[in-house]
């Protein structure tokens, strides 16, 4: 089968289309002939080995795992004999992070406690579009943020992979939802619910005056004191992602702001599972959620797919179309 490979890490050029082995099921696993992925922030650390600590996990001279790529999309091949939730043919998608990565192939074989079946109505690519993000949107908000209807959320980065997701989530818990993303994205955020949107190029939601409940800090800079005081007296705030100042901050300044007052600040580190993802499985069924897709690469344009990303600039999220290729 084809794969895209990186044995060394590096900038998106290590990434290379090769012809490996095609995995056969264990006993409790899954064979997906993949139809398609998305690009994660993940996977660019993974790339880099960036953080250095990364390296820990990952691999510290070299990557462990070869092929990455964790949000899959595909038909169920073959299944183990152990296998009880799934039989050939079926449309599955998960975020196989947690058992290997392996997504940016042809193929992968996967323990079934990492897949959901693909609601019937939408395609591999949006369907692919979803796993990672939604899931750290939904623990982010329901899981640390503990929402509640009527609350005012505030989204930055909400134009991005999470941010899209976290808007619509937000709203499907019947929050007030205010979306901070730059000028040319105002629209989107609109379209998928936000009751209000703040530009980033031309407002400081940090000095507005405005407070808010919860705060879900998706991506984008804002030292953790600014964070504090856009909070309400009891608000709490929620980092999933955004600069490596920002990450340091709420991991160490977090507990001890949460701990010495009424705000509670804290940093969230997504774990996949099946059970948020039907959760989410179904808030896509019922239409309440649509993934936002900006561009789709071939599996031969991985290297591309992933500078993209790396600009930062995405809107909603980057899929690998891999069938047919
Ligand atoms: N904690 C976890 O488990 C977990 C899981 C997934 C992701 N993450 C992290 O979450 C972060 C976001 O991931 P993602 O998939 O959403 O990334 P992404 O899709 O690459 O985010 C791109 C978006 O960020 C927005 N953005 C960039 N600078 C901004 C700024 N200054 N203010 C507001 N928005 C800004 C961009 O909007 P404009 O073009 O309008 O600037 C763009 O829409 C990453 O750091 C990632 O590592 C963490």
Known sequence: MKAVVYTTYGPPDVLQLKEVEKP?????EVLIKIHAVSANAADLHLLRADP????LMSGLLKPKHTILGSDI???????????????PGDE???????CGWGGFAEYVSVPEHVLVLKPAHITFEQAAAVPMAAVTALQGIRVKGLIQAGQKVLINGASGGVGTFAVQIAK?????????CSTGKMDMVRAIGADHVIDYTQEDFTKNGQRYDLIIAANGYHSILEYKRALSPKGIYIMTGGTMAQIFQAMLLGPWISMTGSKKMHNVMAKPNQKDLTFIKELLEAGTIVPV???KFPLSK???????LEEGHALGKVVITVAGN
């Open 24 to 28: 056969a099921p264990k006993d409790n």
């Open 52 to 55: 250095f600590l990364t390296r």
């Open 73 to 87: 999309a595909g038909r169920v091949e073959a299944v183990g004999r152990n296998v009880k939730e799934f039989q």
């Open 92 to 98: 599955v998608f998960g975020d196989i992070s947690g």
């Open 172 to 180: 499907s818990f019947g929050a007030e939802v205010t979306a901070v």
């Open 293 to 295: 897709i900006d561009r």
């Open 302 to 308: 991985v290297p591309e797919a992933m500078r993209y």
